[in-house]
């Protein structure tokens, strides 16, 4: 013998239902991932003469030009060099906005490639990313 008439229920009233429909609403209400703030950022520093990597003939010194920019101050501006025979003694303005004209060696030097690599740092130790120039000489 079968219990009582046989009802028709609507699926969102059955456990499945309500189980699909609770799963739904917690998609929209999940956690999201977080990130941990990455701290103070270091100066920003840009190479503008030359806009790009670039090869020049051998002569007379090819100068580079760029700026290191932080609203906290610069404290350091380091200029590293691979190739070539120039090294530079950091610059410590400790402005906001530091310029540096860098005169590169291209006597003696035909068929190398000088690598410039540029970075400042704030008060604090944080180092901004560094900027790269490489130079041809022909």
Same mark, same amino acid.
């Given at each position: 013998?079968?219990?009582?008439? *046989?009802r028709? /229920?609507?699926?969102?009233? %059955? #456990? #499945? +239902?309500?189980? #699909?429909?609770? +799963?739904?609403?917690?998609?929209s =209400? &999940? $956690? !999201?991932? %977080?990130?941990?703030d990455?701290?103070?950022?270091?100066?920003? =520093?840009?190479?503008?003469?030359?806009?790009?990597?670039?090869? /020049?003939?051998?002569?007379?010194?090819?100068?580079?030009?760029? !700026?290191? &920019?932080?609203?906290?101050?610069?404290? =350091?501006?380091? *200029?590293?060099?691979?190739? +070539?025979?120039?090294?530079? *003694?950091?610059? =410590?303005?400790?402005?906001? $906005? /530091?310029?540096f004209?860098?005169?590169?060696?291209? /006597?003696?030097?035909?068929?190398?490639?000088?690598?410039?690599?540029?970075? +400042?740092? $704030?008060? *604090?130790?944080? !180092?901004?990313d560094?900027?790269? &120039? !490489?130079? #041809?000489?022909?």
């Amino acid at each position: 013998m079968l219990p009582g008439p *046989l009802r028709l /229920v609507p699926y969102w009233y %059955t #456990a #499945a +239902g309500i189980g #699909a429909a609770v +799963g739904a609403a917690g998609c929209s =209400t &999940r $956690d !999201r991932l %977080t990130f941990p703030d990455p701290g103070p950022a270091g100066p920003q =520093t840009v190479i503008e003469q030359p806009a790009q990597d670039t090869s /020049v003939s051998e002569g007379p010194a090819f100068v580079v030009s760029g !700026r290191s &920019r932080d609203a906290d101050g610069v404290d =350091t501006v380091y *200029l590293e060099t691979e190739g +070539g025979v120039d090294t530079f *003694l950091p610059l =410590t303005d400790g402005g906001t $906005d /530091v310029p540096f004209d860098v005169p590169l060696t291209t /006597v003696g030097q035909s068929g190398q490639t000088l690598t410039l690599r540029v970075f +400042g740092t $704030d008060g *604090l130790g944080n !180092r901004g990313d560094t900027a790269v &120039r !490489r130079i #041809a000489v022909q």
